[in-house]
């Protein structure tokens, strides 16, 4: 059955390492979308001490054996067949590791190699003494939320893109919720979002609904 979409009213909208996503094809997408959201993304500052160093991201250290499946399988089955659930120990997780694998390999500072496809990458990042600015991108009208307390994707991440982009005169809003974790999770109910969230949604919603309604 054809179908007709009306490609300037289109947004998109990702989340952690999907906001890189949505920046990317806020950036390259033909034809552009007309808005974006980036929900505690990733991609303001790739190249951060954050990302490149080993750290602890969660109260609970991921144990390799939990993410094996994934490490050490070259061929993984598709995330689709894998979706992703509350956890009482690491808040969200899934069936075949891949959740723990992103969050094993941060921890170990191992995720840009992930990323790039380029094994040892992050190591020869370590070695550097100093971090090279990036080059500002001219970007889409883009509404960020993050977590307060989120130390796997910091909130820097989402604030120095939110700065650059106001600065550039792009339309922008950043909302952060505070104690909030990764995912916008509260800290006592891991596999709980943290109250205010559905709120900020909503006006992310509004957000984008400024760039897809025609009068």
Do not use: C
């Not at 792009?170 to 999770?185: C, F, I, S, W």
């Amino acid at each position: 059955m054809p179908v007709s979409l009306d490609t300037s009213r289109i947004a998109v909208a990702g989340f952690s390492a999907g906001g890189y996503v949505a920046r990317l094809a806020g950036i390259h997408a033909v034809p552009k979308p007309a808005a974006v959201v980036s929900a505690f993304g990733m991609g303001g500052d790739m190249l951060a001490d954050a990302l490149v160093f080993p750290r602890v991201h969660f109260p609970n250290p991921i144990p390799r054996a939990a993410a094996a499946r994934i490490l050490d399988d070259p061929s993984p089955e598709p995330s689709v067949n894998s979706p992703l659930s509350p956890d009482p120990q690491f808040g969200i997780n899934d069936s075949n590791g891949r959740w723990l694998a992103g969050l094993w390999l941060a921890s170990n500072g191992l995720f840009l190699d992930l990323l790039s496809g380029v094994e040892g990458l992050s190591e020869q990042l370590r070695a550097l003494s100093t971090f090279e600015e990036r080059t500002r991108l001219v970007f889409l009208p883009t509404f960020f939320y993050h977590g307060g307390a989120d130390i796997l994707v910091l909130p820097h991440e989402s604030k120095k893109t939110y700065e650059t982009l106001k600065q550039a005169g792009v339309e922008t809003e950043m909302v952060v919720l505070p104690g909030a974790y990764h995912g916008m999770r509260d800290p006592s109910q891991p596999a709980q979002a943290m109250e205010g969230t559905e709120e900020i949604e909503m006006r992310a919603f509004d957000f984008l609904a400024k760039f897809l309604e025609r009068d």
